[in-house]
């Protein structure tokens, strides 16, 4: 939001997915905002398309299809977590978090999934609230006056 000018136009999904993949990958893997949560922003976005996506029959295995697209992202996700996880444990500070192949596996998939229902819904969900609170200015008064008394 610090690089939001004044008076200029601002895609409020856009900002809302990069707040939401910077606020998951920090308390979800404890990783600083950056480059690589950039990184992998992208395959996120395919993997939201891929949700929505019409499937069929043969959609898993036509990797031009829209769902071929998210399931090769979901792919390329959980090689970046495993390298994350690789490197923690080699530094020994997610020992305990994964034991044996198969557990490390099924933690990757489920990071991978944690990750993603995050993203999509803590996006939509700061969204909407942007959008109904400027469309109520008097809602957006009132939480402006709790926050500030919660704050002080």
Not at 44 to 51: K, V
Not at 78 to 92: N, T, Y
Not at 116 to 124: E, R, V
Request: charged fraction near 25%; proline fraction near 3%.
């Amino acid at each position: 939001m610090g690089q939001w000018e004044p008076g200029t136009t601002v895609k409020l999904l856009d900002g809302a997915k990069k707040i939401a993949m910077s606020i998951n990958i920090k308390h979800l893997l404890s990783i600083e905002p950056g480059a690589w949560s950039e990184s992998i922003r992208g395959e996120f976005n395919t993997i939201s398309d891929g949700f929505v996506s019409v499937t069929f029959p043969l959609a898993t295995l036509l990797p031009f299809t829209t769902y071929g697209k998210a399931l090769k992202a979901r792919k390329n996700v959980a090689l970046a977590l495993e390298e994350v996880i690789r490197k923690r444990m080699d530094e020994k500070a997610m020992v305990g978090f994964v034991e044996g192949e198969k557990e490390n596996n099924r933690g990757k998939k489920d990071m991978v999934d944690l990750l993603a229902a995050g993203y999509d819904t803590t996006s939509l969900t700061m969204t909407l609230a942007a959008k109904f609170l400027t469309e109520k200015p008097t809602a957006l008064a009132q939480l402006r006056v709790r926050i500030r008394k919660n704050l002080v």
